[in-house]
């Protein structure tokens, strides 16, 4: 059986709740904030940590195009959450720009190039014998698409790119994960498909995604693959109801909750050289443990900015919300999307550059 970390008080929740009827909001759908992380596509896209600095040293200019890759795996279990590889990142170039870092492209024209061409002319000829057959026949063109686009990524995500190019740093959990555990990284880290990347760089968006609330909405709303939870972002992000009446002093609570937390767990990771995996596996033993304390503090700020009952069930309460958000949109009414309202007028008060930083060492 899976374990988990308990960070709400268990009396006020039912895991039997049924939320199935939970609608899509559009207020957390548009404008999209967040992703699964790129699909290189090809091994020849991916360099050793020692080849990608080693690259960098000799061209700092490739860091434009040259990028540490973080997976799931990575984030959890690696100290100081840090990504083994680099990924050759051309998203957003065409051809002839990308072909100016010269030794890169040549990386990417030697390995990728020579497959993505066999494969797109493998499924053309697939498809022409298909609609030999039967003219309505339904083709696949993915490799064809590959091959056109042979220098850039599989999925290179660039919805993400340009959502992300304003912010000093963004958050990421495992896409499959059996444990509550959001983090920040710095703009440079790019996230692996295996890496869910939720573009918000401030301390109450955080709060709030790595709170317990927003972890039971997961557990229930989530796929799973074998026994682990699986973050599906069509069925958890999109139905996921934020605060919708939080005063700043709330906020502003939630926030300072968060950071404290963040602050303190990060600390703890470093004094006793842990991953986050390492220190999420002791919250789930019984006794007293410093990072419960602020987990719980940061739930009880969250609590109260939703205006929740703690003694009621949370899934229930986080329901109605939903159900009421998706008739306020069908009703043309405002609503609180995710992330700092409107009304917070000094945003850059709420982030820091605490986050995940890429270690050169």
Known sequence: MQKHVEVIINSSLSLNTDVTSAKALQCNKKPKKVFQGQTHGHEGFLLTKEEGIKLLKKNPEYKNVLKPFLV??????NKNAQPGRFVIDFSQMDILKASTYKDIF????????????ARGKEQEDVNKELLKNDPKAKINKHHINFYKNWWMLSYGREDMLNERSNLKRYISCARVTQRPIFEFFENYINPNDKVMAFMFEDDYSFGIIQSGIHWKWFLKKCTTLGQTPNYNSAAIWDTFPWPQTPTEVQIKKVAAAAKAFHIQRTATLKQYNMSLRDLYRLLEQPGANPIKDLHAALDKAVMEAYGFDDTKDILAQLLALNLLVADKENRKEKVQAPGLPEFVKNKEDYVSDECVRFEWG
Do not use: F, M, T, Y
């Open 106 to 117: 040549k990386i990417i024209e030697k390995i990728v190039l020579p497959e993505r061409e």
């Open 72 to 77: 799931g795996e990575e984030l959890v279990g």
